[in-house]
């Protein structure tokens, strides 16, 4: 019967975790979509391949529509025998993106029980981090990769807390699926950051094993581990073994090259330099914002309201009230160290409050595991603002450098810091009065005396942007006042705002303590407030108003008077889109373009741009087939220009040009007649002999008679010997 009463708790909080987040994304409801700018990317990127696979039932595997052509490995390919996928379907049967909110709710409330917390506790606790800023707001900008692997973080971490525990029968399947769930939401990136945290942990119960000369154990718990690592990597085996073929030739890995594109030496040792790896770094005093939400101006499009010093002077302008409202509805207030933020990282101030009195109240060591992983997590989001660790990670750390962005590793702190929260609240109720008391005091008077301390040296902040030079130019000095005004406003407000939550959920203790509340009453009312907390800041930056019909979803772009004229061009060819600037999947939705959208771009297409068609050199663009180029006026109006010029799909060469490096290829394109001269690396043929020189004919031809992704059918037709070259990409894998 007890058995049977707990199944229906854990069935009524599963219900309840499915209602919240219906609820707070209650557009789907309504069939419509959120509208996320990366899948809009994305589903440009993929049209091609969703297409063949609607009219073939089959899989191409490649793509002509994306950087003159790649692998879609990592554009959402499908392949046989996906049994982990057709779980994970199972268990995002919600319509998205409250799939994925559900999912977090889900797993967290595992590693809690896991933990040990009452249901009632972990309810609260799983809602506080799925509610966690930074894991709304990659939801309602499309990473839902990331979302997606970061939901199954806290199931993985709850499998290996039970094998540490000693159930390796329970803990090992937990491990094991957990774990193909998380490599199966094909994000690698947080995968990995996700091994630190378990690299943390795994050092805390291994010392703690050593100290007790538990060897057996240790053996156990590393074969119970070895088994559900192997489990879950062969559940993943084909996309793994794709996307470890694919990364040798894409951006992630090194270049090849010496030079750079501005003709300096390439001095970098990684695949990525250290600059792209760590553009977005956050700013140290930025950390703040982790427990008062503006304090560093939010986000790049703040509403500051009609109460503030920027609507004041806008109006000053003469602008109409209307206009001055929708004005101040999107201002730049964000004036931390990364280039764009699109909302702050803020765990909550009520979860920074009781993570301050775990470190008090509970005396389990496992305490000390999370808070090293996530003090770890917040210097290394530093990223080159702490270069001493940074730099010594991206040189020395095993494939630290294939990752960019670091400031994302702080979604290990975004998991570590509501567990440390909920321990605390948990253990607070164990603990005796006085003790209460104590703990009480001493947790509230760092948590305010935070606050009070940055209230009191507020005139040390200047609260200057990077971007104000630009508006001071733009729209003068006044501008960029009002600016820092309002800034100075939002930061203030901040502090008030985390100070009155933690000041009420410090009395609220304080009631318990002096038996004036009970403890489920107490428990309560400080999960609402945690939630609230975080719930009303969330819906500042995801709302209702992000959600759009499905049809502007399903079909995000809309041909313009340029596309229609272009795609009356029957024959194959590729298109360069300008504005595109090989970073807009617009094009790719419509045509066979050069362009695309991906965080692993091909790295031969990428150098291409770089060091060849940034300069203008139309010989390349005429190689690669590019038979229309569009760009825009001042009006905006999208113009195609054809190329006539464009060698085709294929063509016949006089001479070939041999040359020993990756260098002289490239430097051989700056002034190479490419419908005359095919340039080679003579290491890349081998033992492979070519002739130098060719008989061309000028009525041989090779023409591309049937066309498929993953299949091209030429017919050649020439009286001589010839060397054609094939304006396609070159994949030797594949």
């Known amino acids: 019967m007890n058995l049977l009463n707990k199944f229906y708790i854990h069935a009524a909080i599963v219900v309840g975790f499915m209602l919240v987040s219906c609820i707070y994304f209650y557009p789907v409801l309504q069939g419509k979509k959120i509208f996320q700018s990366d899948i809009v990317q994305y589903t440009g990127m993929a049209k091609e391949q969703i297409d063949f696979r ?70 609260f606790g799983a809602l506080a981090f799925g509610f966690s800023t930074y894991l709304i707001i990659i939801l309602g900008v499309g990473h839902n990769a990331k979302a997606h692997a970061i939901a199954y973080m806290p199931m993985v971490v709850a499998g290996v807390l039970l094998v540490y525990r000693k159930y390796f029968v329970l803990g090992g399947i937990v491990t094991m699926l957990a774990a193909a769930l998380e490599i199966n939401a094909n994000h690698f990136q947080m995968t990995y950051y996700l091994l630190l945290l378990l690299l943390v942990v795994s050092c805390f119960y291994f010392v703690q094993f050593i100290k007790e000369k538990a060897y057996l154990t240790m053996a156990k718990v590393v074969g119970v581990f070895m088994i559900a690592g192997i489990l879950a990597i062969g559940s993943n085996a084909t996309n793994l073994l794709a996307t470890s073929e694919y990364a040798k030739y894409s951006t992630r890995d090194k270049s090849e090259l010496t030079f750079n594109a501005d003709g300096t030496k390439n001095l970098t040792k990684n695949a990525m330099s250290n600059d792209y790896i760590t553009e977005y770094s956050y700013g140290i005093l930025e950390s703040l914002n982790l427990f008062a939400p503006r304090i560093f101006g939010g986000s790049n499009s703040e509403n500051v309201g009609t109460d503030g010093a920027m609507y004041e002077f806008i109006l000053s302008q003469n602008v109409p009230e209307a206009q001055a409202k929708d004005f101040v509805s999107a201002m730049p207030t964000y004036w931390g160290d990364q280039p764009i933020v699109a909302a702050p990282a803020y765990i909550g101030s009520v979860v920074f409050f009781l993570c301050i009195l775990a470190l008090f109240v509970v005396k389990r060591r496992i305490k000390y595991a999370f808070l090293i992983a996530a003090i770890l997590s917040l210097f290394l989001s530093w990223g080159k603002n702490f270069p001493a660790l940074t730099d010594f990670c991206i040189d020395y750390v095993p494939m630290y450098n294939k990752f960019r962005a670091v400031s994302s590793i702080q979604v290990i702190l975004e998991l570590c810091a509501p567990v440390l929260a909920i321990l605390g609240l948990h253990y607070f109720f164990k603990a005796d009065k006085d003790r209460q008391w104590k703990v009480l005091w001493q947790s509230s008077a760092i948590g305010l005396g935070i606050l009070a301390l940055l209230f009191v040296f507020k005139g040390s902040f200047d609260f200057s942007g990077a971007s104000d030079s630009y508006f001071r130019e733009s729209y003068g000095p006044q501008f960029v006042d009002a600016l820092k005004s309002d800034r100075k406003s939002m930061f203030l407000a901040d502090l008030l705002r985390s100070g009155f939550f933690i000041f009420v959920v410090s009395g609220l203790f304080w009631l318990h303590s002096k038996d004036r509340l009970a403890k489920n009453t107490t428990i309560i009312l400080v999960g609402t407030l945690m939630v609230f907390d975080l719930f009303f800041i969330d819906k500042n930056y995801v709302s209702s108003s992000d959600f759009v019909s499905a049809r502007e979803v399903d079909i995000p772009f809309q041909t ?15 298109v360069f889109e300008v504005d595109g600037n090989m970073s807009s999947a617009r094009a790719s939705y419509f045509h066979k373009s050069i362009g695309g959208y991906h965080a692993a771009k091909p790295r031969r297409m990428q150098q291409l741009f770089d060091y060849q068609i940034a300069k203008n050199n139309m010989e390349v663009l005429n190689m690669l087939n590019v038979k229309y180029v569009i760009q825009t006026d001042k009006e905006g109006k999208q113009i195609p220009t054809l190329n006539p010029e464009n060698n085709g799909n294929a063509w016949f060469v006089q001479k070939v040009k041999f040359v020993q490096t990756a260098d002289g290829e490239m430097k051989s394109l700056n002034r190479i007649p490419t419908k005359d001269v095919a340039v080679i690396n003579q290491k890349e043929l081998g033992t492979l002999q070519v002739k130098t020189d060719f008989i061309k004919d000028t009525l041989a031809t090779i023409i591309l008679q049937q066309y498929q992704p993953n299949s091209l059918k030429y017919i050649s037709n020439n009286s001589s010997d010839g060397l054609a070259v094939f304006s396609e990409m070159y994949y030797s894998d594949g």
Do not use: C
């Open 54 to 123: 609607a009219s073939n039932n089959a899989e191409p595997y490649w793509t002509n529509s994306a950087f003159g052509g790649m692998p879609t490995y990592q554009l959402g390919a499908n392949y046989p025998h996906e049994y982990i996928s057709n779980l994970d379907h199972v268990l995002r049967f919600l319509p998205r993106p409250a799939d994925y909110l559900f999912l977090y709710f889900v797993g967290f409330y595992v590693l809690l029980l896991v933990l040990k917390i009452d249901p009632l506790q972990a309810f």
């Open 560 to 574: 313009s008077e340029a596309d229609d004229m272009i795609l009356q061009d029957t024959t194959h060819y590729r």
